[in-house]
């Protein structure tokens, strides 16, 4: 039936004379008793389905929807005790069970009393410590925005620094935060020193001081063998900052992979050797985006990368004198680059 209208009238409705079809609900019915009425018995501890009259099992594999109430005491009557959640392995020999309580009672001071008594019902203050120091891990690694996986090395590392007294004296803070750039390092998201100082507070010294310790005691040089999976800590590259800055400015993907391409020939020819890892990031992408016609500010690229415009504007002119060494033909010949583009003097822009 075609329809020439969009909305076509429905056809009349006939009048359906009463009909008569057998029962189609499914019922489970032993095949041996052939009771109408049969008594089947769920049987939860073996997870059978078995008739109460001749004990055939029905069924296999039977769910348990019932509450996850269990009861290990020795006493008959129901022990309502939770089983709880998943145990964490950093967490071993550490009660894990613990109870939050709130502040908020009303001013009845009732609140006060009992997280009193629940301080006094932990084991030891090296375990206090401890989880005072991995709830920090998770709120820092929250507020920065980085996944579980470096907030688990993180921690990881932290207990094992813990256990070897590597950094006995040294505040808390900064023991956390050279365990963030460390995991951060370890999971390929790399975060500056100036980063991780302007998060957690800590100074660039202290800082420098935990890593150091850390890296000498577990031998996290640059190559070796970071954690048990094998992953090299390597050290920080330019080209490691380049998408995530490019992201910020809001730069498209070819000028991350064009400025990736002229940080690598820089390397290779020497050109700016010497220079941190984040001004040479900076640098090279106020280069790239002259080079292809997507001007961006000093100023701008300086708001990101946290350098200033003068450190920016020098990286350039190192660029600027080598040009023609860093600047493939092809980019030219296809129209993507343009050596005209490039400002000649930096001095005053």
Not at 176 to 195: D, K, L, N
Not at 215 to 236: K, M, R, V, W, Y
Not at 250 to 277: T, W
Request: glycine share 6%; hydrophobic share 35%; aromatic share 6%.
């Amino acid at each position: 039936m075609s329809y020439s209208q969009p909305f076509p009238l429905a056809a009349p409705v006939k009048p359906q004379q009463a009909t008569y079809a057998p029962d189609l609900a499914v019922r489970l019915i032993c095949p041996d008793c052939r009771d109408p009425n049969p008594n089947i018995i769920e049987e939860f501890g073996s997870g059978d389905l078995v008739c109460g009259s001749c004990g055939l099992v029905l069924g296999d594999r039977v769910v348990d929807t019932r509450s996850e109430w269990r009861t290990f005491a020795n006493d008959e009557g129901d022990d309502p005790s939770r089983v709880g959640a998943a145990s964490d392995p950093l967490m071993d020999g550490i009660e894990q069970l613990d109870t939050m309580i709130s502040f908020r009672d009303g001013g009845s001071g009732v609140a006060r009393e009992l997280q009193r008594a629940a301080s006094r019902s932990q084991s030891s203050r090296s375990e206090r410590n401890l989880l005072t120091a991995f709830r920090e891990i998770s709120n820092t690694c929250d507020q920065f925005s980085l996944p579980k996986t470096i907030s688990d090395i993180a921690k990881q590392l932290y207990k094992r620094s813990d256990e070897e007294k590597l950094l006995r004296g040294k505040p808390s803070e900064a023991v956390v935060a050279a365990c963030i750039f460390i995991a951060c390092r370890q999971a390929h998201v790399p975060r500056t020193f100036r980063e991780i100082c302007n998060l957690t507070h800590v100074s660039k010294k202290v800082l420098g001081q935990c890593y150091k310790a850390l890296e000498q005691a577990f031998n996290l040089t640059p190559g070796a063998s970071a954690h048990a999976s094998n992953i090299p800590a390597t050290s920080t590259g330019p080209e490691d900052l380049l998408i995530r800055y490019c992201n910020h400015l809001d730069l498209p993907p070819n000028v991350q992979a064009i400025c990736r391409d002229i940080v690598i020939a820089a390397r290779e020819q020497g050109i700016a050797d010497g220079r941190s890892p984040v001004s040479i990031a900076g640098g090279a992408i106020y280069f790239t985006c002259h080079l292809l016609g997507k001007p961006k500010t000093a100023r701008d690229i300086s708001a990101v990368a946290g350098v200033s415009e003068g450190t920016i504007k020098l990286v350039y002119r190192l660029y600027f004198a080598e040009k023609e060494k860093l600047v493939k033909e092809e980019w030219i010949k296809e129209g993507k680059a343009n050596l005209d583009r490039l400002p000649v003097d930096q001095t005053t822009k």
